[in-house]
């Protein structure tokens, strides 16, 4: 599976974004998605999760309430609609196709080259 994420860019706090992920392949609908970032001299983070039908769902605690992941199987596509950004949530975003809806990356095969949000205050 290959990913390639898009969407990102700057925006105020306060402000909107949605991230897309294109996936090629015909096995995408067997693949739980997630959404990581890494924000400057950090570690990469889990911010969200998918299940391959779309019906499980996870947030990061720092995200949950403002984000929301969403796939369309019939496009190869997975989502990430950020809300009420804050300064905080400027990262490169990450793709990652998987074995199951987790918070940890080890079990996440394959990985988009990432796409830069950045949240002026």
């Known amino acids: 599976v290959q990913l390639v994420e898009s969407g990102g860019g700057l925006v105020q706090a306060g402000g909107s974004l949605t991230l897309s992920c294109a996936a090629s392949?015909?096995?995408?609908?067997?693949?739980?998605m997630g959404w990581f970032r890494q924000a400057p001299g950090k570690d990469r983070e889990f911010a969200a999760t998918i299940s391959s039908s779309g019906g499980t769902t996870d947030y990061a605690v720092s995200v949950a309430g403002r984000f929301t992941i969403s796939r369309d199987n019939s496009k190869n596509m997975v989502y990430l609609r950020m809300n009420s950004l804050k300064a905080e949530d400027t990262a490169v975003y990450y793709c990652?196709?998987?074995?199951?809806?987790?918070?940890?990356?080890?079990?996440?095969?394959?990985w988009g080259q990432g796409t830069q949000v950045t949240v002026s205050s």
């Open positions: 392949g015909r096995a995408f609908s067997l693949y739980d």
């Open positions: 990652a196709a998987g074995r199951r809806p987790s918070r940890a990356d080890d079990d996440y095969d394959f």
